[in-house]
Every structure is written in structure tokens, then in C-alpha cells.
């Protein structure tokens, strides 16, 4: 779309070659300027001449004019060369300084076949004269104007102009440059159906545009250069142009105040894609203006760091952006009257059968949020389908939002399957078709759903195949307490999701060998001997979200043996459980437990069994077991950090014998017996937790090695902090502490980091006895607390900025309390916006995998692959098909590689197809470098379209390479003949 196809651009540049070449009647070497008058003649230069006025005048059919590199140099006046109205001219290879014209056909009779190549043009000003353009050619069809170097600079003075134009013609890898005001690097006005490509186009001077198109229509702008120094803009097509595809340009300006892309003046109907625009200085990016409606601006991006990006100056009707990189708000319109945009994104549809094949022939519809259709389409053999969506409508007032969609996918014998989508961005969506479950006991190895309940006797249903979904559709799955609902053995890649599962055990559902698969928004519950979900015996890398397990005799959510790692559990509920509400069991190691709700479990909230290691328990909230709340037993270098725990009658946190090294960090605790309990568990932290309400704040007992540090206690009936004779080497600082009479020590310890102490609230003021002469913070005087121990930098109550501390160092205290105390709060919106407010207090929200926003985690799609689908990778958080991933850095940059190791090993030198593909990969780089990985592939592919047309062939194509030399053959044969019988008739004429 909106470039000149290789094979068609070869085509071309082959006949202009052709007719460049043909042997003529005559071939004449000229010395000096004359007026060529000799039709079938090739006239050769064979010095550089001087001229007052017109050099050369063409005033016959079928002449060449080939200058060979010599100059020709005029007084400011007339024409290097002048066309009149004949037909088949070529004029090539001429050094053209100073004349009003360098190469010109001025009068308005239409010619046919002018080729204009090779030629270097430079016009200069003198005296009085102010303009003068580089190449005029007025009423031409089937010219051909590529490789000139054209210089102008007056005013008014084009570099290539056409007015009244060309038609099917082609303007190709010219380099033009203009120096006076008013200039436009190529112009062309009233033409149709040209190719105006590759062309590289700076203007300096004001009120100047790279091109300017007035009343034109089915052009093709494609992949010029164009740069603007000065006041003026990039591309413009004004005055009733129409049906024109400006594609893939890259447009730079400089200089201030004006549009890079226009449409102006009731210009309809015109595609802008693939185009990379910069606009500095007060420039715009996009204007639309005086009544142009329904233009297509796409896949394009607008870098305007100054200025609005669009503007909309008394526009029309239904102009559309589709995929492009723009700021949405800083579109302007002039006027309350000023037309309207439209908004529109990507949405790549790929549906797979049950058994995981690519589907031809789905039927997938889309629907807005108003439930009225926006598109119905059938998959092609790949699958897939695009449909360009409609993320809102705007005009100077108000903004009419069509998202979100629902996309709907059916087809003959499956069931229908449906996803709901805000459309903000390009989306790709993955369907799989599921083929409908007959009765219970049954193997599947293909993606199948229920459309119906299931009563079953034995296992519900057993998963036999790698890659396979099961989907209950919110049906029942019913068991009598013998077997498992859904069992996944030695399979990879499983999902099973809106199943309801009753009354089944071992488990309600059970993974065994089996990683890289989903559970979620399931229903598991009721089991009297199983446990709810597991994932056992090497189950790894498995997300298990959204899910609740209820009422069953063991735990509701279970990791075991030391091969199951790295599974993650998130936003699930674990609830009335007869054991813990979820266990980590046997080895199992890093796993994540990230924001649950574990609520009057019978044992334990969250257990951590023997040997288990480098998990993650971050996030959940836990009230209302019978006996801890999170329990550690012979576990090492685990994570509990940022729970919210409540209502335990024993110990919210306790760590049993030889649970070494872990970390009890930012919890928040209600309601307890103990808050946090080390029993024989060595070289393990507590830091900046919270203990309410509780009986005892921080236990130490048997253990070596504890630091507890940042913790503050309030409401605590017996110890804040207790430690028994047998603990060693304990750190304990910068802790909040009520009175030294709710501490109890049986042994001397550290009270301070050597920084830092801990605040008392006995002792934090001048009338208690602390004393801060230097308000550095610390109290002057240490404190006792009993028992041998000391805090000797105690923390005083101070008010103010940063201040030294006793070492020299700063410290940050700027409370009137302490950093660890908690605002108070009643609502949400008394803590920031990362924090929420719970029981009075606020609590900074813990978002693994999500954002945080308005006071709550908005969780994404997926941090990592292991949360998509087969075939689907994560890129910004969404899971996105794999070979889809234009995006993709690395499999951008090995794509361009490929293309110009190809490139390197073709030894067609010279040949014009293959030095576009060079063009295009120098592009591609360039792209890559700026981050556009998308262009960059594009640009890449262009090229690779060259190169395997050129090698292979390309059956897609309408005109081939094959057909292109045959072409060429007839036509020499046909022109030989022709000659033949010139030369006989020639020869009879003589005698």
C-alpha cells in the first residue's frame, strides 16, 4: 500500500532505459547549442558550451540528447533545454548551470514519453531576476524523471515543478534542494496517477514545501525524504486533491509554525501510512483544514515535542487515525465547527481448533459497547483475521467512546467462545475453539468445554494431551469423595478455567508432572479426604488465579515435592478449609503466594512444611484461623513480607526449629496471641512490621543471629518485645517501642546499629528525660532498660528537616512521632494513592504483577511467558502471539541480518531492484536504532520482497521478473525489425 511495487518500478525503469537506448536512424556528436530537429536522431555533446538565452530546442519525435557529463552554462535566461510538443525525448546526463529553466516543456499540448535522467541542475540568481526552476514540465503522460540533482535559488523558484502536470508518470530518487522563498522542492499540480518515490527533498528559505500538490488525484507519494529548515511544511495536498496515498515519507521540521502533513481546501479521500513525522520548534504535526473529510491517517508516528500534534482548522467529516503514535490531547480545534476524528486500533484475531491447529473458517464478529456490530469476518488458513476498531469519535466538544468491544468466535461443532476488550492500543487475542465434553470418566487430549453438569462416580475428567484446555463454562462437576475432579498427568501447557468442582479427592484438581498451564476462576469445594488444588511431583512454573477452594477436609491450595517450583498463586480465596488455607509442602520451592484472601481456615492460614525454600508469601490477607495465621516449620530464606493479618488466637507469624534466614518484613497484625514468634529459627529478620491489639509483639526465643528492626507496637496487654536466656547475637534497632516495662530480656543484647537506636515513648522527650541539645534526633543520654541492656541512641521526638546524626551521617526523620508510626485514616482517600485504609490505618498496597492505581492493584495480563497461552509471549505486561511480536528487539534485529546476508551473496551488481533493497535495509537500520521495531521489520520485508522476486519469482505478483524480460525481448525483436527496415528503405532511397 502506497509504494511503487519492485517489480512494476523495474518494469518502468526498463522502458525508460528502452527508449533511451533504441538505436536511432541518425547519432550525431554536437559541439555548441542548436535547435534539434531531426526526428530518430541521438545527439551527443562532445564540449561544454556557453549560451545567452536557450541552449537547446527539441523540436522532433524520437531525439535523445546526451550531454556525456559536459556543461552547459547560460546568463540567467532561457532554457538549457527546451522540449516542444513532440513525443519519445530523452534527455540525459547534462551538467546545467545558471539558465531562467535547466530542462523545460512549457507549452500545453500534451507529449508523451519524456525521459529526464542523470542530469545535475543547478539555477542561480542574477540581477533582477528573483526565480527560475529546475525541471518545468507543463502537460506530459509517461514521463519518467529519476536520478537528477536539481539546486534552485530565487523565490519562487521549484526545484521540479508540474503545472499543469504529468500523468502515469514516475519521479524517482532525485536529489532536490531550494534556497528561496516560496519554493517547493517538487510540485506537482493537476496530475494523476503518478509515482512521485524516493525522492530526497530540503527546502531552506520561508513559506517553502518539500512537496506541494495542489488539485491532484490517485498519486502516489512514497518513501521521499523531506526536510524543511525554515517556515514552510513537509507534504502538502491541497485544493480538491483526493484518492492520493502519501506512504512511508519521513518528513522533518526545522524551522516553525507550520504543518508537516496537510490536507487542506476539500481534499478527501487520502491515505497517509506508514509516514515518521518530526516537528520542532512551534511546528504541527498534521493539519486538516477548509472542509477535507474522510482522510486516513495509519501506522504512522508524529513526534511534535512543541506544538499540537493535529490540528483541525474548519475540517470536515470523519477523518480517521488508525494505529497511529500521537498525543491524543494535543489535537486542536479551532473552532467549535471544525470537523471531527475518529480513533481506531488494530485487533488481530487468531483462533485455533481443539486440537491446538490453526482454524480456517471461524466466524468471528465483533461488537461495540453498544452492542452494535463493528465487523463479522471468517479466519484464513493462518487462523486469523484484522479488524480495525474504533476506539472513539471526537469533535471540538465532546468525545464518543466505542470501546469496549466483544469479540465473539464460532464455528460448526465447537463451542462459542467470547472476550471482552478496551480498545486504547493495537491488540492481538487468542481464541481456542473447544470441542463439547460427552460424560464423566472420560480422557481428552484436544481442547474441550462442557455444555452441561456432570454427575460422576469415579475421576471426573482425566487431561491426556500437551496444550489442552478444558473450560466448564460455569458447569458442575460433581464427584462422590473418591478420585479427582480433573487430574493433569506428565502434560504440559493445561489450562482449566469456570469449572465447579464438588465433593472430589485426593483433589478437586490435581496437576502431576505438569508445567507451564493455568488454573482460574474455578470453584473447588466440599471435598471430604482431598485437598482443593494441587500442583505436585514437578508441576512448575503453573499460575493458578482467580480461583476459590472452600470446605475441603485438607488444604485449599497446595505446591508439593521439591520439583514443584516457581508456581504462582494469586487472587485466590481460601476459605473454611478444614486444614491450612494453603501449604507449601515436601521441597517445594519458589513459589508465590501473592495477594489471596485466607479466611477461617481450621489449622493454619499459610503453611510452610519441612525443607520448603525461597518462597514468596507477599500481599494476602489473613484472618480467622484456629491457630497461626502464617507458619514456617524447618524452611529457609522465605519471603513473608506485606500481609495483612488479623483475628489469630495463636501467633500471626511463627517461625518453628531450624527455619533459617528468613524474612518477616512490612506485615501488618491485629489481634493475636504473638505477633511474630522465632523458635530455634537462626539469622532471620523482622522488619517494619506493625503489631496491634495483640498479646505479645516480637518473640525471640532459642534463636541466633535475629535482627528486628523498624517494627512499632501499639495496644500490646503484655510484651511488646520478649527474648528468652538462650538467644545470641540479637540486633535490635529503630524499632517504636511504648515502655521499657513491656520488654522483657533474660540476656544482654544490641540495642543500636551504631547509627540509630530505638524511640521509646517513655523517653523521647526533654521532660522524660531526653534531652536533643545538637537536634540531631538522638536523645543525649542513653537509656536503660534493665537487665545489663542499654539503648545507647535512643530516638528523640523531634520536628524539623534533615538533621546529623551523632556518627556525622544524615538522617531523614522529619515526623513529630516516628517513621514507622502509621497515619491514621477512615477512607481510602485519607491515604495516598498507592495505599489503602484498613482498620483505621493506612496500608501501602503490594502489586507484583499490576499497577497501582486509586488505591487498588489493577493487575496485568501477565509478567512472564509462563503466564500466556502456547504460541504467546509477554511484551509490556500483555500476552501477545509469538509470531506476532513485531516488537520484539532481538527478533528484529536477527530478521534484518537475514535479509542482508541474502543481499551479500547476490552478484547482480548494478542491478536498480537490488540497490532499492540496499535503500530499504539502510532504513531499517536506522529505524531499529530510533526503537521503531515495527518499521524497522516492515522496511526489512520490502527488502526481502526484492531479493526472493528477484531469485525465485513471486507468484503473488501480477507482472513477474520472467514476464518483465520477455517484455523486453519482444520489444527489442519488434524494434530490430523496425530498424531492418529503416536501413532497407534507406538504402533503396540512396540508390
Not at 562 to 582: C, E, K, L, Q, V
Not at 607 to 635: A, C, E, F, W, Y
Request: glycine share 8%; with cysteine; proline share 2%.
Amino acid at each position: 500500500m502506497g509504494t511503487v511495487h519492485p517489480v512494476c518500478f523495474f518494469l518502468l525503469l526498463t522502458v525508460a532505459l528502452f527508449i533511451t537506448c533504441l538505436p536511432s536512424a541518425h547519432s550525431l556528436e554536437t559541439d555548441s547549442c542548436q535547435v534539434l530537429s531531426s526526428a530518430d536522431t541521438y545527439y551527443s555533446l562532445n564540449k561544454s558550451v556557453n549560451v545567452n538565452g536557450t541552449c537547446f530546442s527539441i523540436t522532433a519525435d524520437n531525439i535523445t540528447l546526451d550531454c556525456a557529463g559536459y556543461n552547459l552554462t547560460g546568463n540567467h535566461s532561457g532554457y538549457a533545454v527546451n522540449i516542444t510538443e513532440v513525443d519519445n525525448i530523452t534527455v540525459k546526463n547534462c551538467m546545467i548551470y545558471d539558465f531562467y529553466t535547466g530542462i523545460g516543456k512549457v507549452d500545453y499540448s500534451v507529449t508523451y514519453n519524456i525521459v529526464i535522467m542523470n542530469n545535475t541542475i543547478n539555477i542561480s540568481t542574477h540581477g533582477s531576476l528573483d526565480y527560475g526552476d529546475g525541471i518545468q514540465i507543463v502537460s506530459a503522460v509517461n514521463a519518467s524523471i529519476t536520478n537528477n540533482t536539481v539546486t534552485t535559488w530565487g523565490n519562487q523558484s521549484h526545484a521540479i515543478g508540474f503545472n499543469p502536470g504529468i500523468n502515469s508518470s514516475l519521479v524517482a530518487y532525485n536529489a532536490v534542494t531550494t534556497y528561496g522563498n516560496s519554493s517547493f522542492g517538487i510540485f506537482p499540480s493537476l496530475s494523476y496517477y503518478n509515482n512521485i518515490s524516493y525522492n530526497t527533498i530540503t527546502v531552506y528559505g520561508d513559506d517553502c514545501d518539500g512537496i506541494d500538490s495542489p488539485s491532484s488525484f490517485w498519486n502516489h507519494f512514497d518513501y521521499n525524504n523531506v526536510t524543511v529548515h525554515y517556515s514552510g511544511g513537509g507534504i502538502h495536498i491541497v485544493y480538491n486533491s483526493s484518492h492520493n496515498v502519501i506512504a512511508g515519507n519521513i518528513v522533518t521540521l526545522l524551522g516553525s509554525d507550520s504543518p508537516a502533513l496537510e490536507v487542506a481546501e476539500v481534499a478527501t479521500n487520502n491515505t497517509f501510512s506508514d509516514n515518521i513525522v518530526t516537528a520542532l520548534n512551534d511546528n504541527i504535526g498534521l493539519e486538516i483544514s477548509h472542509e477535507s473529510y474522510e482522510n486516513v491517517i495509519r501506522d504512522s508516528v508524529f513526534n511534535v515535542p512543541d506544538f499540537n500534534d493535529v490540528v483541525l482548522d474548519d475540517a470536515g467529516e470523519n477523518n480517521i487515525f488508525l494505529n497511529v503514535t500521537f498525543d491524543v490531547d494535543e489535537i486542536e480545534f479551532e473552532s467549535p465547527f471544525t470537523g471531527t476524528v475518529i480513533l481506531q486500533w488494530y485487533a488481530d484475531v487468531t483462533v485455533r481448533d481443539p486440537d491446538n491447529s490453526l482454524s480456517s473458517g471461524a466466524n468471528v464478529s465483533v461488537y461495540n459497547d453498544e452492542g452494535d456490530a463493528s465487523g463479522s469476518q471468517l479466519t484464513d488458513s493462518s487462523g486469523s483475521v484484522r479488524f480495525e476498531l474504533v476506539e472513539y469519535w471526537q469533535n471540538a466538544t465532546m468525545r464518543i467512546y466505542s470501546t469496549p468491544h466483544t469479540i465473539n468466535v464460532s464455528k460448526p461443532a465447537f463451542s462459542n467462545e467470547t472476550q471482552t476488550i478496551n480498545m486504547t492500543e493495537n491488540a492481538a487475542l487468542n481464541f481456542q475453539l473447544l470441542q463439547f465434553l460427552g460424560s464423566c470418566g472420560q480422557t481428552i487430549t484436544n481442547s474441550t468445554a462442557l455444555n452441561q453438569n456432570l454427575n460422576c462416580t469415579g475421576v471426573g475428567i482425566q487431561i491426556d494431551g500437551h496444550n489442552v484446555t478444558l473450560d466448564c463454562k460455569g458447569f458442575n462437576i460433581t464427584g462422590n469423595d473418591t478420585n479427582d475432579g480433573i487430574n493433569a498427568y506428565d502434560v504440559d501447557n493445561i489450562t482449566v478455567r469456570n469449572c465447579n468442582v464438588y465433593r472430589f479427592g485426593p483433589a478437586g484438581i490435581y496437576y502431576f508432572n505438569s508445567s507451564f498451564g493455568t488454573v482460574e476462576n474455578c470453584n473447588v469445594f466440599n471435598s471430604s479426604t482431598g485437598h482443593g488444588i494441587v500442583m505436585s511431583h514437578g508441576s512448575s512454573n503453573n499460575t493458578v488465579r482467580g480461583n476459590t477452594a472452600f470446605d475441603n477436609y485438607l488444604a485449599g491450595f497446595i505446591p508439593i515435592e521439591n520439583t514443584s517450583a516457581y508456581n504462582w498463586f494469586i487472587n485466590n480465596t481460601a476459605a473454611g478449609n478444614m486444614d491450612h488455607g494453603m501449604e507449601i509442602e515436601n521441597g517445594a520451592h519458589h513459589n508465590y503466594f501473592i495477594n489471596n484472601i485466607v479466611n477461617n481456615n481450621t489449622y493454619t492460614g499459610i503453611k510452610l512444611s519441612p525443607d520448603t525454600h525461597n518462597n514468596t508469601i507477599r500481599g494476602n490477607v489473613i484472618n480467622g484461623t484456629d491457630n497461626q495465621g502464617i507458619n514456617i516449620d524447618n524452611s529457609s530464606c522465605n519471603v513473608i513480607e506485606d500481609n495483612y493479618i488479623l483475628d489469630t488466637p495463636s501467633e500471626a507469624i511463627r517461625l518453628d526449629p531450624n527455619s533459617t534466614m528468613n524474612l518477616i518484613a512490612g506485615n501488618t497484625i491485629e489481634s493475636c496471641q504473638a505477633g511474630v514468634n522465632f523458635v530455634y529459627a537462626d539469622y532471620s529478620n523482622a522488619t517494619g512490621n506493625t503489631v496491634d491489639g495483640c498479646e505479645n509483639g516480637i518473640m525471640i526465643q532459642n534463636s541466633t543471629g535475629t535482627v528486628v528492626a523498624g517494627n512499632s507496637f501499639s495496644g500490646i496487654t503484655n510484651e511488646e518485645f520478649f527474648i528468652d536466656g538462650n538467644a545470641t547475637n540479637v540486633t535490635v534497632f529503630d524499632n517504636v517501642f511504648t515502655s521499657r516495662d513491656l520488654v522483657e530480656l533474660d540476656i544482654v543484647i544490641t540495642w543500636d546499629n551504631g547509627s540509630v537506636g530505638n524511640r521509646w515513648k517513655s523517653y523521647d522527650q526533654p521532660s522524660e528525660g531526653c534531652e536533643d541539645a545538637n537536634s540531631n534526633g538522638i536523645c543525649d543520654s542513653p537509656y536503660s532498660i534493665g537487665e545489663g541492656n542499654i539503648d545507647s541512641l535512643p530516638i528523640a521526638l523531634v520536628t524539623g528537616a534533615v538533621t546529623q546524626d551523632n556518627n556525622g551521617g544524615s538522617s531523614t526523620r522529619s515526623s513529630s512521632t516516628s517513621a514507622a508510626a502509621v497515619p491514621g485514616c477512615v477512607t481510602d482517600d485519607d491515604c495516598n494513592t498507592s495505599s489503602q485504609c484498613m482498620e483505621g490505618e493506612c496500608i501501602e498496597i503490594i502489586c507484583i504483577c499490576g499497577t497501582i492505581s486509586n488505591h487498588s492493584c489493577v493487575q496485568y495480563e501477565c509478567c512472564s511467558k509462563t503466564q500466556c497461552l502456547e504460541n504467546q509471549t509477554c511484551i509490556d505486561n500483555a500476552c501477545v502471539h509469538a509470531e506476532k511480536d513485531d516488537g520484539s528487539l532481538n527478533e528484529t534485529k536477527e530478521f534484518i541480518d537475514y535479509v542482508e546476508g541474502l543481499l551479500e551473496n547476490s552478484d547482480e551488481s548494478g542491478n536498480v531492484a537490488l540497490e532499492e533493497a540496499r535503500r530499504l535495509l539502510g532504513d531499517a537500520n536506522i529505524a531499529f536504532e530510533e526503537g521503531n521495531f515495527l518499521l524497522a521489520r516492515n522496511l526489512s520485508q520490502n527488502a526481502l520482497d526484492i531479493i526472493t522476486g528477484i531469485e525465485k519469482g513471486d507468484e503473488d505478483d501480477i507482472i513477474d521478473y520472467n514476464a518483465v524480460l520477455y517484455i523486453t525481448f519482444v520489444a527489442f525483436i519488434f524494434m530490430a525489425a523496425f530498424l531492418l527496415i529503416l536501413k532497407i528503405r534507406h538504402f533503396k532511397l540512396k540508390k
